[in-house]
Structure formats: structure tokens, C-alpha cells
């Protein structure tokens, strides 16, 4: 397998018609640039060609995110002359977000490439909307320093940090559970100090019933973090079904609580991080189950998904960081979420909203700060190419509403917009919302009163805005 790949200087017309090309399974010749051997046999078990040089007549490239770092510029004139896409394996993530800020068009989870490569530039699947419908992205963070949590008394983020060390050291292949007691319902009925109390009950009970099979418990503040150096599926779910039925027994508003548990182990990932990832995201999938419990083995296709739109994310943050604004696709996503919600949408469609307005500025991640400062060089390019650049980035996850929107988000609704010129209802009602919320938070952002905001919006309504979203928007933002 080659580790770098040499590109000779590209022939490509002005309009990019080589990267633009629509790609079929069938018949795909792919340059296969740090893909693990397994990726290798799903691929050619799909009749997709596999080749190790771009002469060989690749027609796209994927670049999977275990590459060595150092060597992650190589792929830079691959973009010029074949669609590249990310295979990103679990904990990948960023190393994904800094190869679309290299020139990646498309990002794909680990197991799932000949599927994308099927659905690249179709919009045949939507499994970014379901993800983004059914979760957020968690956010693992925490730096405490002491060992021990004030409350419960046990381990603390920086005690798990070394203790995962220490089994790491000796040999031991951690498994990991996270576990949310179900607490969050209960806050408004029994107040803080009430709060505080059952949670060190329940905490300390779900701690002798995780220590009595060997497993070591950790206090994260709103969450547990159970750790073993040896825990079979069977275990695991047993110890998980015994927590929620524990868990069951506690009705301190007069309904029982509900713990949810997800865990990984180390057969998918070698590092706290990574595994702890997984074991979140099994977690998401067990708070929307009836089980209330969910393996990361058995969850695959959600796995997928959520690498996927965690990557997505990242390489949005990616380019908030650049932005003046500072969390600008955050805001613009709240914002749009708030506003479809008004318009009536049903929950999908209100997921197809947000997922657009979050992913709305993707398209200038491989301008980096140029995108935001008028003098630069690549300016202009930035402006007139993001919106096509980031519908194409969605498009094989998202699908076709989802990349519309984006595509659509500098059309007007009196016409004069970009780049089609289309007018009113021709304009996706995704854009048309993105749009309000926009116009909503550059006033807000000037620091004008809410009167004075129902105006200058009321001012737009009809020229620029669609009038029935501003009257949607102002009922729910003032």
C-alpha cells in the first residue's frame, strides 16, 4: 500500500468539470490512499476497483483518517484533478476536519465507504438528518483536578485518567460504560439540595451494584463513567439492566427515574478517548430506547452516522474559528431550529433545518481566514464558491433538501439573489428560514432593542425575506 502518492500537474478546466463528475458504484476505480485492509475488501467486495497510484485511472480517492498526520498535505493536488473523500474512523474526527480543510469534498465513516461512493453526489441517503434528529454531538470535556468527586466521593475525571493509565500500563484492555442517571426530570420537583442527595444515593447504589462484578465507577458531575478490565456483552448488558431497574426504585417526583447506559470496549478503539467517544454516543442511542441501554457493537449504523456528524460539525467549528462572529453556525442553527419549529414543521423537517443552518458555512473550510477578510487573496473565490462547495459536502449524507438549502442560502426572496435568481416560494422554505435567521442575528448582533428589531425585519419582509417567516420568527425569538 503506498503511503504517499505522487501527482503529476493537473489539466483541469476552469470549471473543476473532473472534480464535479457524478460517480456510480459500478465501474469505480478508487485510489486507495492509508485504507486498512478491511475497508480494502468491502470495497472490492463491492466490484470497486482498488489501485495504490492515481495513473492507474482512479476516477475518486479515499483517504482514510489513520494516515500518519505528518503526511495528510500529500493530498492536496488530489483535489484538483478527483473527488476526495475522508474515511474516518471512530476518534478520527479531526483529522477528517483537516483534510477537508485541504480540499476534501466528502466525509464517510468507517464501514460505510461503498455506500457513499454509491450515494456520492446523488443525495441518496439522509442518515446525517436522522443522527442530528436524534442526538447532539456530546462534548467530553472536564479538567478537574481532584481525585475524588466532593459529593459522591468517588473517582474523579483526573483519578480515571490515571487509573485507565495505570490497566493500560500493566496490560489490561479497558472497557468503558457511561451512565446517565436520569436525574435531569427530577431538578424542577425536588430543587438542588434535593438533587444533590439522591444523586449521591443513587450513585453510590449504582457503584456497589457495577463494584460487585469488578467494575471501578467514576463521578464525571451529571454522569458516571464505569471502567473494567474485563467485561463481556452479556456482563455488560446485565449490569446495565440491573442499574435501570435500580434506578426504577427511586421516585422522587412521584414517577421513577429512568438511568440509561452505553459502553464500548477496546476491540474498537486503544485509547480513552476514542473508547469513551463510543461509549457517549452508545449512551445518546440508549436515552432514546426503550431498553435504555446500547452497546456500541450493536449500534453500528448509528456509530457510523454520529462519526460522521461529528465530523461534520467539527470542520463547521473549524471554520467558526476563523469567523469574527465566533460560534456563528451554533447560532444560526438555534435560531433556524426555533423559527421552523413556528412554521409548523414536523420534527424531520425541523432536523433538516437545523442540520443545514449548522453545516450552512462547511464550504469555506479550505479558505481557512480568507473567507473572512475582504483584502485577502482568496476572498472573492471564497464568497461565490462556499455555498456550492459545502451542498456537495452534505449531499451523500444529508441528502438533497439538506444540500438545497445550503446551495440556496444567498437566494432573495424578490429574486435578485444567487445563483439562480430564483424568487419566493421556488426558494427551498430550508434557505428561506437560514435566511430570516441570519437577518435575526445581524441585528441582534448590532445591539438593537427588540422594537427596533420587529422593524428593520418588517422592513425586509417581502423584498428580501419571505414575510411569513419573519412573522413566524418574531412570534418565537422576542
Excluded at 493536488?77 to 483534510?99: S, T
Excluded at 479558505?367 to 456550492?388: I, K, N, P
Aim: proline share 4%; net charge negative; glycine share 12%.
Amino acid at each position: 500500500m503506498a503511503d504517499d502518492v505522487a501527482v503529476a500537474d493537473p489539466e483541469v478546466d476552469a470549471d473543476n468539470e473532473v472534480a464535479e463528475q457524478d460517480i456510480s458504484l459500478a465501474g469505480t476505480v478508487a485510489l486507495a490512499l492509508w485504507l486498512p485492509t478491511p475497508a480494502r475488501r468491502r470495497l472490492i467486495d463491492a466490484d470497486v476497483d482498488i489501485v495504490d497510484d492515481v495513473e492507474d485511472g482512479a476516477t475518486v480517492a479515499l483517504v482514510s483518517t489513520r494516515g500518519p498526520a505528518a503526511r495528510r498535505g500529500s493530498i492536496k493536488p488530489l483535489v484538483e484533478r478527483l473527488p476526495v473523500v475522508v474515511v474516518c474512523h471512530p476518534g478520527g474526527e479531526q483529522a477528517a476536519v483537516e483534510l477537508m480543510s485541504l480540499g476534501a469534498c466528502v466525509v464517510v465513516a468507517e464501514g460505510s465507504e461503498a455506500g457513499a461512493l454509491a450515494n456520492l453526489d446523488q443525495g441518496g441517503a439522509t442518515h446525517l438528518v436522522d443522527a442530528y434528529l436524534r442526538t447532539e454531538v456530546a462534548d467530553s470535556g472536564g479538567s478537574a483536578q481532584a481525585t475524588f468527586d466532593a459529593v459522591t466521593g468517588l473517582g474523579s475525571e483526573r483519578r480515571l485518567e490515571l487509573r485507565f493509565s495505570e490497566m493500560v500500563e500493566s496490560g489490561v484492555e479497558p472497557w468503558i460504560g457511561i451512565l446517565d442517571l436520569g436525574l435531569a426530570e427530577s431538578l424542577g420537583a425536588i430543587g438542588a439540595g434535593g438533587s444533590t442527595l439522591l444523586r449521591r444515593r443513587l450513585a453510590l447504589a449504582a457503584a456497589a451494584a457495577a463494584g460487585s462484578r469488578g467494575v471501578e465507577t467514576f463521578d464525571l458531575g451529571g454522569r458516571l463513567l464505569l471502567m473494567a478490565g474485563d467485561m463481556s456483552e452479556e456482563m455488560a448488558r446485565s449490569l446495565a439492566r440491573q442499574i435501570v431497574q435500580l434506578g426504577g426504585s427511586f421516585r422522587p417526583a412521584g414517577r421513577p427515574l429512568a438511568p440509561a447506559m452505553g459502553w464500548a470496549g477496546p476491540n474498537i478503539g486503544d485509547d480513552l478517548g476514542t473508547i469513551r467517544v463510543l461509549a457517549e454516543r452508545a449512551l445518546m442511542i440508549a436515552l432514546g430506547s426503550e431498553e435504555r441501554m446500547s452497546s456500541a457493537f450493536d449500534s453500528s449504523a448509528d456509530a457510523a452516522a454520529a462519526i460522521e456528524l461529528a465530523a461534520a460539525c467539527g470542520v463547521a467549528d473549524s471554520v467558526d474559528g476563523f469567523d469574527p462572529r465566533g460560534e456563528h453556525s451554533r447560532t444560526i442553527a438555534g435560531l433556524a431550529v426555533k423559527i421552523a419549529a413556528a412554521v409548523g414543521l414536523e420534527a424531520r423537517e425541523v432536523a433538516e433545518v437545523g442540520l443545514a443552518a449548522r453545516l450552512h458555512s462547511v464550504g469555506k473550510v479550505t479558505f481557512g481566514a480568507d473567507a473572512f477578510e475582504s483584502d485577502a487573496e482568496r476572498y472573492g473565490e471564497a464568497q461565490t464558491s462556499h455555498a456550492e462547495r459545502g451542498a456537495r459536502f452534505v449531499r451523500t449524507g444529508a441528502g438533497p433538501e439538506v444540500a438545497s438549502a445550503i446551495l440556496s442560502q444567498y437566494e432573495v426572496w424578490d429574486g435578485s439573489g444567487k445563483p439562480d435568481g430564483v424568487s419566493g416560494e421556488e426558494i427551498p422554505l430550508s434557505a428561506r428560514i437560514i435566511a430570516v435567521a441570519h437577518a435575526y442575528d445581524e441585528l441582534s448582533r448590532e445591539n438593537q432593542d427588540a422594537a427596533s428589531i420587529r422593524a428593520a425585519l418588517g422592513e425586509r419582509a417581502g423584498s428580501s425575506l419571505d414575510p411569513d417567516i419573519v412573522k413566524a420568527a418574531l412570534a418565537v425569538l422576542q
